[in-house]
């Protein structure tokens, strides 16, 4: 009772927030209050892979960033892999692009390339919205507004690229995040040519059974094995019984 009556709160918290701010002033307002919290360790039972990042991303690695949003992962792999790394942000949504750019400064590292497209099979304009649900903005969920039927309350025409074009003369590739709301198969099977090469480490949200069984398949093929994050921190086997019922970002490794 105690915790639906405080979700409500704040739900009614970010409301009155959207009306004094507007939409762009509350996502840079929580954008940075998020990463300010990121940066001094909280958070860290909410967002459990983000904190994970510390475990397996090393001095010098080579990142990518597919979905940056507002810069929550691009500053932690930003600290992580250091001058000497190099950290690929993909993030199509011109707005986000803006606070992504102010964000990432708090990693203290100039080790990051924004890309400013949307990922997919075409060179093309595509349309992406921000979803609104219960009078509450989800910026966090922008997607390509054919994937789902939505209530958007803002729309952008963005420019999609091929990344096999994209990124076909990166020397190296250590880590791939794909957060892009359920257009992931799109991604990762026009990317399959740069992940072969590399065979990065790849960690992954699989919203919808069809996005999910076909990025497993295309991954599959190209030699991954699949695991999930458990509360002690490692990364185990996923049971075939619950691989499409997990509500869990999925980690693939290549099996040498």
């Known amino acids: 009772m105690w915790n639906l009556r405080l979700n409500e709160d704040m739900k009614c918290i970010r409301k009155i927030c959207i009306a004094i701010l507007g939409i762009k002033g509350y996502i840079r307002l929580a954008g940075k209050a998020y990463i300010w919290l990121v940066l001094h360790g909280y958070l860290k039972k909410q967002y459990p892979e983000l904190f994970f990042l510390k475990k397996i991303i090393k001095h010098g690695f080579t990142c990518l960033d597919i979905g940056a949003n507002l810069g929550y992962y691009s500053t932690m792999l930003s600290k992580l892999a250091g001058e000497k790394g190099s950290v690929f942000s993909v993030e199509p949504i011109p707005m986000f692009c803006e606070i992504w750019k102010k964000n ?72 791939i995040k794909c957060d892009v709301e359920g257009y992931e198969s799109e991604v990762f099977s026009n990317m399959t040519v740069v992940i072969s090469k590399f065979k990065p480490l790849i960690q992954s949200e699989l919203s919808g059974k069809g996005n999910r069984e076909k990025v497993i398949t295309i991954l599959k093929k190209i030699g991954y094995s699949i695991r999930i994050l458990n509360d002690r921190e490692e990364l185990v086997p996923v049971d075939e019984n619950s691989l499409y019922t997990l509500d869990k970002d999925f980690y693939f490794v290549f099996d040498k």
């Open 104 to 175: 990432v400064k708090n990693s203290g590292i100039n080790n990051l390339q924004l890309y400013p497209f949307a990922l997919g099979g075409e060179n093309k304009t595509v349309r992406m919205g921000m979803p609104e649900r219960d009078g509450l903005i989800h910026h966090g969920m922008t997607k390509i507004v054919s994937l789902a039927d939505e209530n958007y309350k803002q729309y952008f025409d963005v420019e999609m690229k091929i990344p096999d074009e994209l990124f076909k003369n990166i020397e190296r590739l250590d880590f």
